[in-house]
């Protein structure tokens, strides 16, 4: 076993705050591996709550593990070391338990890397009395597990202050006195939000659609996702290290889930009803993070549409602190807030207009004309912020190379704009524009959308940047589409989309998806009916499928609708009333 790669972890171990070091064989083993390279994962406030409540738990014993960076990885397959554990340095296979959290469906295929490095059999079928429980949780398990199930022996679906530790510690109580298969159907049977996909047969049509899904006796029909009480736990950095994507900052979470219902956007959906942590909790964690770091990092699905976010930062400011923040909304952020943000040491602002044209906004529910983006972006460049980021996408539903093309020209007024605003001033430097390829995703209205052809998206992408080239104070950047391609392959597949990740694991993906029996375009491309069962239907969100079929018509006849409202609103389902 390399010395190399454990002094290596040791390195990163000694230089972090707040990490827990337990005498091995005490506590029910958990190994928590985020498949990711390290600072991704420690930027990751999911990952780091989910670490502290398992080891804040007395008979459990938490310790993570991560992707390899790309060094490392020829180290561990050079020596034949496997992968190993940050506290500790033991294989995954010594713990009881290896549980994967997982945010985006491009973080599958490390899944599989990690599994084959550490030794343990990919599938779920193959694996003996003596392995670890594969299981996984996450964003992106709860939005659709079934592209992981044929690896998964279990899913936790939910947020993990929600039930994270009683699922870990039925395992605990039970991993003994039960068979690895009675186990895990005890657990789908009684543990709330655990998925067992063994316990599961799924029927497909004649014309290769999902029937439906066949459970056990004793499993339910649909698995609850659960859902958390923000407020009554923090979601702050646990762990603080200076080699986090986010550097040594301290991150605050504001408040989970969005009211806005952008129709592309799955966050909006599936953490109904939007909760967010008021100033009174906040404020202690806001000192914390001061004392600790000087630096506190603001997160929500958008910060601006926080009641209280400019309070927010003042008192930041007042305690002496610096600031940073993720995405703004142009609607909710002026003047005033630009101008703390700045004080605070914020140079950039990101917002995502999503769509060149006010028509298709209306389409994605954004509720934004081009000339409140124009404001928030004088506004910003007369705040001192000197920089902006602008996210857009192409491949929308019903978007026209009209659409597309309304994308530069729409950069190029707000860079007039700001240059205008700033007039004897100090000159504005610079938008960045982020196009991405729009990727249909499950629990959006959107699912039932296809997705645009490979090469058609490469066609938009360049018209963007061709119509940008030589645009003074203007970088562009684009996704590939190929790799959306497999994104979208992942987020709404089934099962035998998991066989294809397994084939592509031993072969590559293109040969993978040559040789496999069901054409992928099958789940990339077509249009879904409006009766069609999804492999995401055996979860329940509380939405109900018709409020989603609603707001999908009225995208396509590009009416708006209002804002999540749970004090007055039954619309949706989740807080009540609404039927499929």
């Avoid at 398990?141 to 870990?168: H, I, R, T, Y």
């Avoid at 040559?514 to 990339?524: G, I, L, M, Q």
Wanted: aromatic fraction near 8%.
């Amino acid at each position: 076993m390399s010395r190399r790669l454990k002094a290596k972890l040791q390195e990163l171990l000694v230089q972090e705050e707040g990490a827990v070091v337990r005498e091995w064989g005490a506590r029910f083993p958990i190994a928590l591996v985020f498949p990711q390279i390290y600072p991704v994962a420690m930027g990751n406030l999911g990952f780091q709550a989910v670490y502290r409540l398992l080891n804040d738990t007395p008979d459990l014993h938490c310790e993570r593990a991560f992707l390899p960076d790309p060094l490392t990885l020829e180290e561990h397959q050079r020596t034949a070391t496997p992968i190993l554990t940050l506290e500790s340095k033991r294989p995954l296979r010594d713990f009881a338990v290896v549980a994967f959290s997982l945010s985006f469906e491009a973080d599958y295929p490390n899944v599989l890397k990690i599994l084959e490095l550490s030794h343990i059999p990919l599938r779920a079928a193959d694996r003996g009395p003596q392995a670890p429980l594969v299981v996984a949780g996450g964003v992106a398990a709860f939005l659709n597990p079934e592209p992981l199930a044929p690896v998964m022996d279990a899913f936790f679906l939910g947020e993990g202050e929600a039930g994270a530790v009683e699922f870990c510690r039925f395992l605990a109580v039970h991993r003994q006195e039960l068979s690895r298969q009675e186990l895990l159907l005890a657990l789908g049977r009684e543990v709330p939000g655990a998925y067992v996909p063994a316990g599961y047969t799924p029927i497909y049509g004649p014309d290769g659609t999902l029937a439906g899904m066949a459970p056990a006796p004793g499993l339910p029909p649909r698995v609850r996702v659960l859902h958390a009480d923000v407020a009554s736990r923090p979601c702050v950095s646990e762990i603080l290290t200076p080699f986090s994507e986010w550097g040594d900052m301290f991150l605050v979470e504001l408040g989970r889930g969005c009211p806005r219902g952008c129709r592309f956007c799955a966050a909006g959906f599936v953490y109904r009803p939007p909760r967010e942590r008021p100033l009174e909790v906040l404020l202690p964690e806001l000192e914390e993070g001061v004392a600790r770091k000087g630096k506190v990092g603001l997160l929500a699905a958008a910060v601006s549409d926080h009641p209280e976010i400019k309070e927010i930062c003042r008192r930041v400011l007042e305690l002496g602190g610096e600031l940073s923040i993720s995405s703004l909304r142009a609607d909710s952020a002026d003047a005033e807030l630009f101008g703390l943000l700045a004080r605070g040491g914020v140079r950039t602002v990101t917002l995502a207009p999503e769509a060149g044209s006010e028509r298709l906004r209306r389409v994605l529910n954004k509720h934004l004309p081009d000339e409140t983006l124009a404001q928030a972006v004088e506004a910003a460049a007369w705040a001192g912020l000197p920089q902006v980021r602008l996210y857009f996408m192409v491949g929308l539903p019903t978007e026209t190379l009209e659409d597309v093309r309304a994308i530069p020209r729409l950069v190029k007024y707000l860079r007039h704009r700001a240059v205008k605003a700033l007039k004897g001033r100090p000159p504005f430097r610079q938008i960045t524009l982020s196009l991405s390829s729009f990727v249909p995703k499950p629990w959006t209205p959107f699912q039932w959308a296809p997705m645009l052809p490979v090469a058609e998206l490469k066609r938009r992408l360049r018209l963007v940047r061709q119509e940008l080239a030589g645009v003074k104070e203007v970088r562009v950047h684009t996704d590939l589409p190929k790799w959306a391609y497999l994104q979208a392959l992942l987020a709404r597949g089934d099962r035998r989309v998991g066989e294809m990740l397994l084939a592509a694991h031993r072969v590559g993906w293109a040969r993978a998806l040559a040789e496999s029996p069901v054409n992928p375009d099958f789940f990339v491309y077509r249009q879904r009916g409006p009766a069609e069962v999804f492999p995401w239907d055996l979860l329940d969100h509380g939405i109900a499928k018709s409020y989603l079929w609603e707001e999908y018509q009225l995208a396509l006849a590009e009416k708006e609708s209002p804002p999540c409202r749970p004090e007055i609103c039954r619309r949706c389902g989740v807080c009540g009333e609404a039927q499929d």
